[in-house]
């Protein structure tokens, strides 16, 4: 009875903390001893796997799929990557897109989503910009009704004189075929390609027109108006500061505004898309690197939940999803998040979470009741998908203190896999568990905040997590040939 009371005391605390880990800004969390007895994993398992990996049987059908692709080169795999902060920036990710796409071929970006827009950090293989103001809300808010969806990220606006940019950065991701993710799936935005050079900016300088009276001076005008004389004389193209009466000067401004665009330089695409349950597509558009977006103007409010590009070649999609802050609660308090998960066609879903409940300071079995929560409603979307998740990483609080949460964590997810039946790679250990933490940071593989870590470290756990998924991929091709 005690625990259940100290659960649900600690479930109420979660709700209405907002001491979250953002890979933006790191609050720093009280650190107060752990006032319970940590089990260490060592005297859980006698034997750890040598990659890692818990219950691999469970990834049989995600391998045979794998296998009939690298024999024939005949289809396409999807993974699906959910996680937080440590998934949003695409670093750990990508380097395992890299490495999935030289072995089995390279199908294309994924899901992708204007995070810029949103205001927040984002994967370097795409660019988005907007002439727009746009509306964001991160699902580690509370739901109130905006359109949370496949990003985990509402983005909306009630503006229908925007446009969207989409540029890839990477070569190596030209694609033709894009798929586009909305609420109810309505068709809000159109395709199109630009007649001239635009360069899109959502808060261009506000800029107002002074005329200059008899006896005024550009010190004086500037006091006026808050600014400065250098920043007048630049505007003007002004070489010294010589004025007269009856002129005109532009006075730059603190404010911003929109900027107006003429939406005739955009040439729609002469292209009807293909309506599916949950998105719409474009399909064998001319290979490109960029492509705008432009309101459907039969609608008055517009939201986006991503974008999927694709190229016609099979191989691997490698789709990452991550929201700064996001624990297995926060995904679960929107449906649209699991409905549209079938956009993306999963072969295998990995999901590496955690690391926020750890910084709640969340028990052990409610950390876990949630967990189990995400699930049921992950498989009642997706019951045949296998799962793969991984344990939190080693963290510290506060930049010093030893974060034994993410031990405990680490040993609810192994322990429960079975029954359960879903793998797990044991990231925490992969990396030598808290007593590493120096190690780590000679190495530099982790960041100031002592929670996050650095581009190197990410790829570090991309090219561990890669090499283990294919240390158990050659098992079952062993397994296969002695049958």
Known sequence: MTNKIFCFFALLVSMFSFAQTDSLEVNEIDSLVVEQQLISLDSLHTSFPNSGIYNSEFLEVFWQKLNDLELHQNRKINIVHIGDSHIQADLMTDMLRQKFQERFGNAGLGFVFPYSLAKTNGSSNVRFSSNGNWNSLRNIYPNDGSPVGLSGIALFTNQNDFVIELSVQNQNYHFNHLKIITPGNKTLFELANASKTVVLKSNLPKTITHKIKSGETLSGIAQQYKTTVDKIKKANGLKN????????????????????????????????PFISEYYYEYQNLENTDKIYLTPNKEHEIFALNGIVLENNQTGVLYHSIGVNGAKYSDYSKYPLFFEQLSVLKPDLIIISLGTNEAFDKLCDQCFYSQLEEFLNTLRSKEPNVPLLLTTPPPSLFKRKYPNHYVETYSSQIINNSLVNRYSVWDLYRALGGNQSMSKLIKQGFIAKDRVHYSSAGYKEQGILLFEALMERYQHHLNQFENK
Not at 248 to 253: A, F, G, N
Not at 256 to 270: C, N, S
Request: proline share 9%; no cysteine; charged share 25%.
């Open 241 to 272: 500061n010589l004025i007269r009466a009856g002129a005109s000067l532009k006075i730059p401004t603190r404010e911003t505004q929109p900027q107006k665009i003429e939406m005739t330089d955009f040439i729609p695409l002469d292209s009807t």
